[in-house]
């Protein structure tokens, strides 16, 4: 062989070489995302299933960090994220920093949802999205902790912001 074929076949080596190692790279940057979505959807139900362990606990405004005797809005999502190993702050304007923004159409389990009920201009309602339309939460005295529709509601009326921080 001369010169010129032996450089030609080095070439398409070559480049059959760097194309099998760009697929091989980017099938291995594939499986992560797979195995993270899936481990996203467990925390998510894990944290809607310890939330609703507490289905009916008192709501009182201001109830302070930790205790389970009484939530409100905000210390309830805190609670029960903390118990699945996230750490969100303790008010529902501070939690609407964290995480990634979602967009209301594309709500998943887990995702929180921040609203504006009373309309000043300021989040002051965080519920925990569990799909299916539905969000958990505590929100008025004599309810407590409850599943509620969110298409429609208030919460849906006077939506802010949706954040995943799973």
Do not use: E
């Not at 289905?55 to 905000?74: E, L, N, Q, R, W």
């Not at 009920?117 to 339309?133: L, M, Q």
């Amino acid at each position: 062989m001369n010169n010129t074929t032996n450089k030609r076949i080095g070439r398409k080596l070559a480049g059959v070489a760097l194309s099998l190692s760009i697929a091989f790279a980017g099938s291995m940057l594939l499986t992560p995302k797979t195995t993270h979505a899936a481990s996203d959807s467990v925390v998510a139900s894990n944290i809607i299933n310890k939330g609703k362990q507490y289905m009916g606990v008192p709501y009182k405004f201001g109830a302070k960090s930790g205790i389970t005797s009484a939530f409100d809005c905000s210390s309830f999502v805190q609670y029960v994220y903390k118990k699945n190993g996230i750490s969100l702050p303790r008010s529902s304007r501070q939690q609407a920093l964290k995480g990634t923004r979602v967009l209301k159409s594309n709500l998943k389990k887990g995702d929180l949802i921040f609203s504006d009920t009373n309309r000043d201009g300021k989040i002051n309602h965080v519920s925990i999205y569990i799909g299916n339309g539905k969000v958990l939460q505590t929100y008025r005295v004599g309810i407590g902790v409850t599943i509620s529709t969110f298409k429609g509601s208030i919460w849906d009326k006077t939506f802010v912001t949706a954040r995943d921080v799973i």
